[in-house]
């Protein structure tokens, strides 16, 4: 990483307060290059509170853009941070229409030429998705990174039909602790932080209610996405993924959608992150210098070469043994010229065998790694021939270097006795020494077959072909190796299980059909990128806790129960000390725990601890939040427990139990 101090201009920034129409004023900083003529402006526009927690990461690339010629604008959302209003749902509230008058603000100022870009990673990504689906006249330009277009398909609630755990259960409690932190009073006064937080508190509620209570994908999804609105989109696309992130899906449907005068794509090996931060798996690119080439085009109508470069940029990643993290991953870059690709061919690799049924004991999939990997040392998924033993499996031998790009397709011919149930498919690479690495997967919920809106019982004792879409990779297969398919029933903690579905299914291999794509063996010479450089850090300084480090993901066996159960550290430990004397500790702790025999018996619980301390105020605000999602076979049984306090003083306890019905989940 370069860390860059030097720039075409010197830079100031100011924070602000961003007015809307109905008088909520929205919190903002603005980082703008010293110069008398009016530059373009980019908005980062998330609810991750600009003053702490992404205050590092701001730092790094907000004056990067400043000392190239931009206003970079970084906004938190209605009833976040240090803004006014209170939170509301992201799927079906406001924030996308106030980035819309955001956009317009922008646009009005007078250092502002009036042309506004959008980017963000993750919810910031797919933000600037839904505030470009409106079309505001001054967005020209977007960079979506590791962003899904449809929160139902690959975001955190959902696969395949099947309600996601793992990340339902942790994002809604993480959300809950999150937008509970009151207002900084260094920022908005001591006067007015506690009357913010009080009616920011009486709004909260747990996200997890409204995810679990919309269990197809229905008007609530539908209408929260963009995948109905491309044609509505008019600002131009970059729209960047890795491999290593659920959303990477979405890449490839955007540059399908767009027209190709307008968008381009590019997928790395990374996880969940900006593809310059250098954190596994790498290898890293000048990510900022990509993203200035394209702005420059869109935004300054200067020649760039930012659509003469191939639509979609992928990385075809080399074979590589299982490890949970890889610093960086070898392999080349490839170019297509239209998606799906002339360079692609389907091809379909029969399954073979005597009809066999399939009974995984339910903690099939506790090796399954993190849901969205962000570059820690536990997150990705370990060697796969614990979790290949405990699923039915077939093998293809790999005679010549095969490499795939796009979405693999599995075709089986099932029988099942239960109305309820799911099959997981998981793609693995097997080396000569057995060793079985991942490469990618999919899940179906069998309600869900004949499409995710609807929730069709299964025939007991039917025979029905279903076909489940794996998540798209680049991987190349190297000769001597076999590409192993593995078919389950069970999936935990990523998805949860059926009633009844500890019964399985009978998959019957004749007629059953994996398909590969399987692209050309041609990489591209002249797709390169710079050096990785960033701004100069911010100088957040970090205590560790006093207690002894925990795993980030440990597994642990109770074998006269047979129970099992993945303890999860998300990796908030220690104090965060700021440049301005602000002092924040996080504390989390995810646990999911199952009988391998009883679908019924799964649970997950989450508890967060928050601290935002300023000595010289002197003010010590405390957030603590207990979380947990239960089970039978008729309903989701949700409890939330609320506590916030100002030093010793207790502001806020609030209690929430429900029961929501499983009408396909």
Known sequence: MHIRTSFPYETTHEDVLVPLSDGTRLYARIWRPLTEEPVPALLEYVPYRLTDWTAPRDQQRHPWYAGHGYASVRVDVRGHGNSEGVPGDERAGTEPDDGVEVVSWLAAQPWCTGRVG????SWGGFSSLRVAARAPEPLKAVVTVCSTDDLYDNDAHHAGGSALTVDTHARSARLLAFAARPPDPAHVGEGM????WEKRLEAVTPRAHAWLAHQTRDAYWRESGVREEYGAIRAAVLAVGGWHDPHRDTVLRLVRNLPPDRVRGLIGPWSRQYPDRGLPPGPAIGFLQETLRWW??????EATDALSVPLLRSYVMDAHPPATVYERIPGRWVGDPAWPSPSVTPVA??????????RSPQHTGVDAGRLFPSGDDADLPPDQREEDARSACFEFEVAEETWVLGRPRVNLRLTSAAPRGQVIARLCDVAPDGASTLVTRGVLNLSARRGPDQAVPWRPSATEHVVLDLNAIGYAFPPGHRIRLGVSSAYWPWIW?????EAGFTLEPVGSVLELPVRATESDPSITFGEPEEAEPLGVTVSATLDEPRPRRLVLRDVAAETWSLEVDPGRGGTRMFPDGLECTEEARETYTIDAADPLSAR???????????PDLPWDARVETVSAIACDAEDFITTDELVCRNGDEVVFHRTWEKRIPRTAG
């Open 349 to 358: 690799y029969a399954l073979q065998g005597a009809p066999l049924p399939v």
């Open 193 to 196: 932080w506690r009357d913010m």
């Open 497 to 501: 299980p059926q009633p009844g579905s």
């Open 296 to 301: 420059d085009h869109w935004l300054r109508d």
């Open 604 to 614: 997950a619980h989450a508890v967060w601890s928050i601290r935002l301390h300023r």
């Open 118 to 121: 959008m980017f963000g990673v």
